[in-house]
């Protein structure tokens, strides 16, 4: 839920405290979310498929710039640009994502063969 939220530094730590007595464990889930992102730039690496793929890319990418940033429809995003990309392409390789923390905003960038970055 945070994820699809725009918290994508969320993390949960878990503390576990054993009672021997009663035979029973107490668990302490301490929740920071981190900052509230926003999507950013698309930038794209590398050579493209056809002449003309990582422009449709960008532009494609235009309404989702500044929305808040959400796992869910990034992943949606990419199954639509999958005729631009390459089979071997993964999100979970091939995507870098950079944050700055000072605007809140995460840019991409797609890795494709032969980038240099």
């Given amino acids: 839920m945070y994820f699809s939220r725009g918290y994508i530094n969320f ?13 029973t464990v107490t668990l302490q889930i301490d929740c920071d979310e981190g900052k509230q992102f926003h ?9 493209e498929l056809h002449p003309g793929d990582a422009e449709k890319m960008i532009a494609a990418w235009g ?3 500044g929305k ?15 005729p631009f990309l390459p089979p071997e392409w993964h999100i979970e390789l091939l995507l870098e994502i950079r944050q700055d923390p000072k605007t809140a905003t995460a840019d991409l960038g797609v890795l494709l063969p032969g980038a240099t970055r």
């Fill in 39 to 47: 999507f950013g730039k698309l930038a794209v690496y590398g050579r």
């Fill in 68 to 82: 808040v940033y959400d796992g869910n429809e990034l992943e949606a995003f990419w199954g639509e640009m999958a």
């Fill in 11 to 23: 993390s949960p730590v878990v503390n576990a405290k054993a009672e021997e007595d009663s035979g």
């Fill in 63 to 65: 309404p989702y710039e």
